[in-house]
Structure formats: structure tokens, C-alpha cells
């Protein structure tokens, strides 16, 4: 199981991209593994600094998650002005209120243009999040959130201690 | 037969056995009835395991890269129709589940997919090609999903066309 495509300076980033750890996350806005997952990243980008580069990249489970799509085409229109980490942070934080409306609302408070806030809602953003989506199922993604290390899948617990361990040892 | 913890799938070339299987309380599935495009059999222990990490719903969604390939999907289990109805309607699964429940397990033994410890099936894959023919195995820690790229690299190698999805 290994990534494909290889991390890039297309993808979200945190950290620098020549960094000896990777550590990418194939997640969903309305996936509650995946809320109880950011503080735990936060916590590990904390712990290992510039050694870590962090990438988030797509992976809706529509079907099981009606507002998951459009949050991350509104993640995708915060990108489209520089905010996407923003707009990640209030999506996690949030996870209960998803619905269009809030996702204006938020779209908003972080500042985005109203051609941006739009963008979320008209398919255009479509594509990249399908792009994310497909890359995922031919890595071997098996659920949200699914982890990569160095391009490995991570099938281990999903607390900070756990997934540094398994850095730790990838490095 | 081996239908201990131990189990040996069966190997590409050999012809996929044959079955019918319920997958609604009316509707049964035969698997050569199928002949003519390729199909993804997906043993499971069980519906109900926890959502975002349930390999059912995770194929769900991917039903448009399935598709992009002609190919048709099945989930097997040991649970009853009445029990795999409500568990695809509570999360809304577009393709058939198969009730491997009476004589249990009998078709999942046919595919050395039984765990009879548990009385489960195994978590094992079978990509099967338009002739019958089993093309791919593949057997996962029961606890681990095994996503959907080995399918993917499965229907590939079969050289239908789809994968630009």
C-alpha cells in the first residue's frame, strides 16, 4: 500500500515539502475519527517541528456524509484565496454544523470573496476534491481517516503518542 | 477443507465456484448468470462495524471506479437478508449484499472464507473475469480493511478498459 500520487507542492502542506517525514491524511470534514484526529496532529506537528511535513488531502464519504462534499469544496475555495488552513481549522471545529448556510457563514467570517464563497457551490471545485478521492483509492485508503508515513499506509491507533511512535521509527 | 484461521484462498486460474445467493428476501444472485463482465466478490464478517472505517461503506462510494471497469460488486456475509436490508438502508448501499446464511457460511467455505472459530467470514477479496475464472485473491487481516487498490490493480491486469475515473 503506498501513495500515489507522491506528496507535491499541489497538496495542502504544513512544514516543509523535503522534509524527512511525511505524514499525509486522507480525511473527511463530517467524519467524527477525523475531528478527534486534528488536536492529535496538532500535537504531533508541535513535537517534531520542521522535521514533519503534514499533508491533508480529500477523501468524502458522501453516501454516509451528506455535507461532507460541499466542505471540502469550501476548504478547496479558502485555498483558491490562501486560507485553506483556516478554513480546515473552522470545519473541524464545527463539525456539527456543516449545512450550506454555515459554510457561507464561515466563508465569510474568514474573509473570502464572494466569488470564492460561490466557487463551493457551482462544481468547479469539484474536480480537485474527485482528484484527491481517486488518488486515495488507488493508495489503498480504507477508511476516514486513513495516515501515510514516508507513503505507507498507517493501520496503527490514532492518538499522537501512537502515530509519533510510528514517525519516530520511519525516521 | 481448510476453514480454520488458516485459510489458503483460492488461487488465480481456478474457476470460480458457482452459487446462489439471496440478496433481498425475494431476489437471489447466481453468480454464472454474471458471465460476460467481471465481478468483485468481497467477503466480510459482519455489517454494522463502525461507519467511517467500514469496508462496505467505503466500496459504496467507490462504486464509480467498479463501474468505470463494467464490473460488479458483492459483499458476502453471514448475515441474514433482513439484516443486511437494514444495514443498506441505514447507509444507503448501492449494490447487492449476499446473505451467506443458510447452510451458514456454505458459500464462503466453497471459497475457503470461513472462520469457523468465529462463524464469520474471512475478509478476503476475489476479482473473478467475465468467464468465470478467478483472476486475483486476496486475504486481509480480518481486523484491517483492505481499501480497494488491489481490486483496482485486479481489474487492470484483466485489461478492461475504465481506471481514468
Redesign the interface.
Known sequence: ?SLRPPVSASDHHLGPLDAPLQLVEYG?YE????GALFPEIAAIRQAFGDNLCFVFRHFP????HPHAERAAEMAEAAASEGKFWQMHEVLFQNQDALDDESLVAYGEQLGLSQAAIRSAFDGSREQHV?HD??GG????????PSLFINGT?Y?GAQDAQSIADALAAAG | MADTAANVLLQPGTKAPDFSLHSTPDQLVKLSDLRGRPVILAFYPADWSPVCSDQMVLYNEMLSEFSAYGAELMGISVDGVWCHEAFAKANKIHFPLLSDFEPKGAVARTYHSYRATEGVAERSLYVIDGEGVIRWSYLSPVGINPGADGILDALDALGVKGGAA
Open positions: 500500500m473527511d467524519c467524527p475519527y477525523c464519504l458522501s453516501e454516509a474527485r478521492f481517486t483509492v488507488r493508495s489503498g485508503v480504507n477508511g476516514t499506509r493501520d
